[in-house]
C-alpha cells in the first residue's frame, strides 16, 4: 500500500523569506511523486513533479522539490516567497505497479505574510 | 483544450433528493477519477475509471452513491437519496495514459444538502 504523510498542517513564512513544505512517503516499488497546488475555491493544479533522473525537480512559479530515497521524502520549496503562494498543497504518491491511482496527502496551508 | 469541465459549479437540494454531478474530462485522456473534498475529511478519492471502466470504487462511501462513465467523453456521480453529510466540494480529474502522468482537476461542484 502507497500513503503519503505531509506532517504539518500549516506553513507561515515572510515575504521574501525561503519556504520549505514537508512531504514523506511510503510505496513498494519506485514512486512516482507530485505536488499539487489548490487556490480558495479552485480545483488542484499540478506544480512539478518526479519520475526519475535528478534528484532536484523544477516546476511552475519557481517551486522546485528534491527527493531523497534514503528519507522517502520530497520536499518542496522555494527560494523567496510570494504572497501570492498563500494556498493549500498537496503532495501525492503513485507507485509503480499501480498505474492509474495516486495518493494524496491531507495537505498544507502555507501563508505568506507581507 | 478547455480543460476538465464539470456542471453544476453549485448545487443546493434538499435531503432525500437525487443529485447527479456532471464531467467532461480532456479529450484524449484514458483515466478519470472522481473525488470528494470536506474540511474534516480532506480530499478523498471515490472512483476512479481507465477507459470507460470502473476500476476501484472502494471510496464510494455507500450505496446511495453511483459513477456512471457511458462514452470516453462523459461521467457522472449521482446520490440518491442526498444527507445533509453528503455536503461537500467534488471534484473530477483527468490524466492521459502511463504511469508518470498528473491529473487536471475541474473546478468543482461545491455540493449543499439541506
Known amino acids: 500500500a502507497q500513503s503519503v504523510a505531509q506532517p504539518e498542517d500549516q506553513v507561515n513564512v515572510a515575504e521574501g523569506n525561503p519556504l520549505t513544505v514537508k512531504c514523506t512517503y511510503s510505496?513498494?516499488?519506485?514512486?512516482?511523486l507530485f505536488w499539487y497546488v489548490q487556490y480558495p475555491n479552485r480545483g488542484l493544479q499540478f506544480l512539478l513533479k518526479?519520475?526519475?533522473?535528478?534528484?532536484l525537480v523544477k516546476g511552475s512559479y519557481g517551486f522546485e522539490a528534491e527527493f531523497n530515497k534514503s528519507q522517502t521524502s520530497f520536499h518542496l520549496k522555494k527560494p523567496s516567497a510570494l504572497v501570492s503562494d498563500s494556498a493549500l498543497y498537496f503532495c501525492?504518491?503513485?507507485?509503480?505497479?499501480?498505474?492509474?491511482?495516486?495518493?494524496f496527502g491531507d495537505g498544507t496551508t502555507l501563508t505568506v505574510k507581507p | 483544450d478547455a480543460g476538465v469541465i464539470q456542471s453544476p459549479r453549485h448545487e443546493v437540494t434538499e435531503m432525500g433528493q437525487e443529485v447527479t454531478l456532471r464531467c467532461k474530462p480532456i479529450?484524449?485522456?484514458?483515466?478519470l477519477f472522481w473525488y470528494r473534498q470536506t474540511m474534516m475529511r480532506g480530499l478523498e478519492l471515490l472512483i476512479y475509471?481507465?477507459?470507460?471502466?470502473?476500476?476501484?470504487d472502494s471510496g464510494m462511501p455507500e450505496d446511495r452513491f453511483s459513477a456512471k462513465m457511458p462514452n470516453a467523453s462523459f461521467s457522472t456521480l449521482k446520490i440518491q437519496p442526498s444527507e445533509p453529510r453528503d455536503s461537500a466540494v467534488y471534484f473530477c480529474?483527468?490524466?492521459?495514459?502511463?504511469?508518470?502522468?498528473?491529473?487536471?482537476f475541474g473546478p468543482g461542484t461545491r455540493l449543499t444538502v439541506l
Open positions: 475509471f481507465n477507459n470507460n471502466v470502473p476500476i476501484d
Open positions: 501525492a504518491v503513485r507507485d509503480n505497479t499501480n498505474a492509474g491511482k495516486s495518493t
Open positions: 518526479y519520475i526519475t533522473g535528478d534528484n
Open positions: 510505496v513498494s516499488g519506485n514512486p512516482y
Open positions: 480529474a483527468s490524466s492521459s495514459i502511463g504511469k508518470t502522468n498528473e491529473q487536471f
Open positions: 479529450s484524449g485522456h484514458d483515466y
